[in-house]
């Protein structure tokens, strides 16, 4: 037997798309009975590549022992690979062994404890933002650089790598000011009236906020009651050229694409290491175009940064990387012992919002402080402002009613809707075992309650805290109510706050003191 | 508004089959519109738990908008959910957030490099036996624990912890001896030879082995080609206690289910740590009822150790855990510079082991004398025998016909197949691009081409070797064979073959020396 002429490439599949949602993951389905390709071939733990018409996306292959869903000779694609791949159904399709990332010897490297090179990182960033990685590699990445893995320069060279795949917006003037709460604090919407102040002073502050991913509402879920936040670029554009502050979503912008993928990982697994967490963070702000950036880190038992020592060393790391990538940055340790405000959820969230804006005497006082607060920080970036004086001239300007009339020109300009979302229809009060002082209140357990009761999803649905750290409660009285539109998902959340209500009733000398300054 | 009664639990889903293969991940499909639960409320990154009748299992969950798949009100799910939940088809389930697993706190102190204590290690791993991680989890813990991450008292822990998830043989008597390679060297099939060698001897020698997960050829696959390999377990036995040995494929006994989950994301990011190396290997042969072990550690330049130190370090951490769990152990490191033998592949691997066994004179000598010295060392466990009179022993049984004979019976008790199944059809040489002497064979390359062309799953797949280390070779002169069953892969491998043929041609005084003993 002598070599044989290479065989010639195989026919096409049809591509056919199939209605299922695999939530970020590109799935291919592919008949066991294809006549064209061995499925079994490919069923071993790579991915495949699939390719048509120049364009070419990895995808997990499923095999289909299931004649309705695809024909013989058809490969199955969702949705969203249809349109990462440029295609319309019917088209034809290959499909071959995905070649391992280019970035691969690099992740190994990393795995192995070892440090990464400027080049190195941004050939990782370049594979991950390409959707190059499984969620099995991604989650290496993001255990391998966890913790004290990463040391600054690599998280400098990260961030830049991360800032180098995606846009870069362009504001043509400076300061470019931002606000920006590394998280893990239900009720937390303090940029819904840090922008309407800061912009009323006249800085530039075009906010692009996420929606939630893991907490129960996202400054983008909750500004989503009162106005449209899906704005395309141009016309967010017009809107902070008018009014010189947005509240909008950043997910068009396709800005830090890279982080985007790397979070589908890092929530669920709840790591946030502090080299993470940085680049995570700087890379979308200098992509949105921000100068002057007040980041706000809460510290408590239960929030993200737990003891003073990992706040400060996080601090220096930020102002690390945002000083050698050319921003200002105010960082700040705040109280992150509870829940900020009184609702979880966007439209309770939105609800003392709008409270602190009208000067309402019942407003949640520690949700105007701490606006306040951060507020002053970014006006003191203003060259003309005395040091010290930003409080005060925050405080000016929520009290005479123009943080509230600039609020409203925001709204306007983004789109105003006609009616605000309702509060959902079922509710269930969680009530006191035991009379005394509310010693503590557990963030990431009224979080989860509130996500299971349908929030973000549901707009109307999420927690209302009625007592917050120090306050008494007698037995039996409400300590906060549940809202669900669904029977189904009030009944998950019940479940979850009668094993724990998350709340710990003691002795007034019991509730925890605040160490931060701020 | 007061508190109100506890809804109502959700009425039931109807179980309904879905015919596609996620590949050992359990995925449940719920329509986007229905009317029972709403399915985005679940569609974040964690799982769900399905209940049906008393069993649990967890899932992914896929949303479907498709409405040929499954009804409004129905649960789609796989065939291995269903077989896991133990119900038939139309019975109710129901679906509920699935709690975190309870190891959870455990994984992330590793995560954040702490030591594991006996009792959390042991919860992590019945956890995972439970299927209650996800695969980002696991991945998690494959990294957290990779590299010196684990000291030698956890890999003892973690040891015993994936003994006690699983089934333990017991065959009455000692010793029970077993050989085991690490793996990483293609047509490595050495326990074929061992085994009737051994039994011949009179040793009890119960060899299971695994099927190749992302290597070209495992023992049960190509064992498989010349008889049964998938025996009832009490079937095992009694072929055991009648010839004194077997080669069965292990994966029916469920010895070391932890291993198993732990392997599906192991092997793809190709994470060989010295501590799961050692935990995954020795947990299998203290479950399947081992109590001498000779583990052959093969070390190359692209075996899976690569360095003398490396191949010491975990020699010794093989013995410190073997001998706290009770186990005789016999490491050896050997030549593992290329490929064993001619053959890469179940049907051109079980031909080398045939040729061997019947002192064909074309038989590869590098896999003969392979065999017999691990023979020998396993021989040398026999109180009986002196030291260093193995190798004599294991040859005189090999050259006598009597392991042939002792193959035989082996054969026909498990049962013999009628007929080896053929060769592939298809296939496609590959040539020496230069003349010159072979100065190296990339064991990963080959193994990787033998895969693309279709093996271990088309047992007559493969690549047949026509030149090994230090052989001459002229320039068009085929280096090896690629045989495929069908045209794309043999197409597949061409390609791969044709970016890099995996061998080196040089001059003799380049041909890397072996520094092993063995």
Redesign the interface.
């Known amino acids: 037997?002598?070599?044989?002429t290479?065989?010639?490439?195989?026919a096409a599949l049809i591509a056919r798309k199939?209605?299922?949602?695999?939530?970020r993951e590109n799935v291919v389905?592919l008949r066991?009975d294809c006549p064209?390709?061995?499925a079994?071939?490919f069923?071993?733990?790579?991915k495949v590549e699939v390719r048509a018409d120049g364009n070419a996306i990895l995808a997990v292959l499923?095999?289909?022992?299931?004649d309705?869903?695809i024909g013989e000779c058809e490969l199955g694609l969702s949705e969203e690979a249809f349109a990462q791949l440029a295609i319309a159904e019917g088209q034809p399709v290959h499909i071959?062994?995905a070649e391992p990332p280019p970035s691969i010897s690099a992740l190994?490297r990393k795995?192995?404890?070892e440090r990464l090179t400027r080049d190195e990182l941004h050939a990782v960033v370049r594979d991950i933002a390409a959707h190059r990685y499984?969620?099995?590699?991604?989650?290496?990445f993001?255990?391998?650089t966890?913790?004290?893995e990463l040391d600054r320069d690599e998280v400098l060279f990260l961030t830049e790598a991360m800032v180098a795949v995606g846009r870069k917006l362009d504001w043509k003037e400076r300061p470019v000011v931002d606000k920006h709460c590394i998280g893990g604090i239900p009720g937390n919407r303090t940029s819904m009236l840090v922008v309407p102040i800061v912009a009323a002073h006249g800085m530039l502050m075009p906010k692009t906020s996420s929606r939630a991913?893991?907490s129960p509402a996202g400054t983008a879920d909750t500004m989503e009651c009162l106005a449209q936040v899906e704005l395309p670029f141009e016309r967010l554009g017009e809107i902070v050229r008018k009014v010189r502050g947005c509240l909008a979503w950043g997910g068009r912008a396709q800005l830090s694409p890279a982080d985007d993928v790397l979070i589908?990982?890092s929530?669920?697994?709840?790591?946030d290491s502090p080299g993470q967490m940085v680049s995570s963070i700087l890379s979308k702000k200098i992509a949105a175009g921000s100068t002057h950036l007040v980041l706000d880190i809460p510290l408590g038992p239960t929030a993200k940064v737990r003891h003073m020592d990992d706040a400060q060393r996080l601090k220096k790391l930020f102002e690390y990387v945002a000083h050698r990538m050319g921003m200002t940055l105010d960082a700040v340790i705040s109280d992150g012992r509870q829940p900020v405000g009184r609702g979880i959820g966007p439209v309770l969230e939105a609800r003392d919002v709008m409270q602190v804006l009208n000067n309402d005497p019942g407003a949640p006082s520690d949700l105007r402080v701490k606006a306040l607060r951060l507020a002053g920080r970014v006006l003191e970036f203003d060259p003309d402002l005395r040091g010290g004086d930003g409080f005060a001239v925050a405080r000016d300007i929520l009290d005479s009613g123009r943080a509230l009339a600039k609020m409203n020109e925001i709204l306007d300009a983004q789109g105003r809707r006609a009616e605000t979302p309702p509060l959902a229809r079922?509710?269930?009060?969680v009530?006191a075992p035991d009379d005394g002082v509310v010693t503590g209140i557990d963030n990431e357990r009224l979080a989860r309650i509130a996500?299971?009761a349908?929030a973000p999803?549901?707009k109307g649905a999420g927690v209302d805290l009625f007592r917050k750290l120090g306050e008494k409660v007698a037995r039996g009285e409400?300590l906060y109510?549940v809202y669900a539109?669904?029977?189904?998902?009030?009944?998950?959340a019940?479940q979850v706050a009668a094993r724990a209500t998350g709340y710990a009733i003691g002795t007034a000398d019991e509730v925890p003191r605040v160490f931060v300054e701020f």
């Open positions: 037997m002598t070599s044989e290479a065989p010639a490439a195989p199939v209605g299922i949602d695999t939530y389905y066991r064209v390709y061995r079994e071939g069923q071993a733990l790579s499923n095999v289909v022992d299931d309705r869903l071959a062994h190994k795995i192995g404890g499984s969620k099995i590699e991604l989650a290496a993001v255990v391998a966890n913790q004290f991913i893991t589908s990982v929530r669920p697994l709840t790591i079922l509710a269930h009060d009530l996500r299971l349908g999803k549901i409400p109510r539109d669904s029977a189904s998902e009030l009944e998950f019940r």
